[in-house]
């Protein structure tokens, strides 16, 4: 990622990889945040922990985008034989045991569930 970084001469903020439930990053360090294509490889324990660092690290009323997939969408179970076909695990998680744990730590603004993939739009509540 770094050799991509430095080819493409990228400069604006940086480029972390890092475990999500453990983000290198002080208290309140971000304005925003995107978590795409991500959360459908995590256990649901796992995700728990993640949101819980995401919004340790955000600032208070912070705009936050993630994705999940969409199970009752027509193409769901397709999604996931092709991430088993290619050795992926994948989650396909209940929405409101999810809408669950975003609750305690964001406001849900919005949720486009027009696609494969459900996108909330959340604010920080810390």
Excluded: W
Aim: aromatic share 12%; glycine share 4%.
């Amino acid at each position: 990622m770094k050799n991509f970084v430095s080819r493409e001469h990228i400069t604006i903020g940086g480029l972390f990889v890092s475990d999500l439930s453990v983000l290198p990053f002080g208290d309140g360090f971000f304005d925003i945040s995107a978590v795409i294509g991500v959360m459908e490889y995590c256990s649901f324990e796992y995700i728990k922990q993640a949101l819980s660092e995401l919004n340790r690290v955000l600032k208070f009323k912070s705009s936050v985008v993630l994705d999940i997939p969409n199970r009752h969408h027509p193409y769901a179970e397709d999604m996931a034989k092709l991430e088993k076909h290619l050795k992926r695990p994948i989650f396909l998680h209940s929405h409101s045991r999810f809408e669950k744990l975003l609750e305690p730590l964001f406001s849900i603004e919005r949720v486009d569930d027009s696609k494969v993939m459900l996108k909330y739009f959340l604010r920080a509540k810390r």
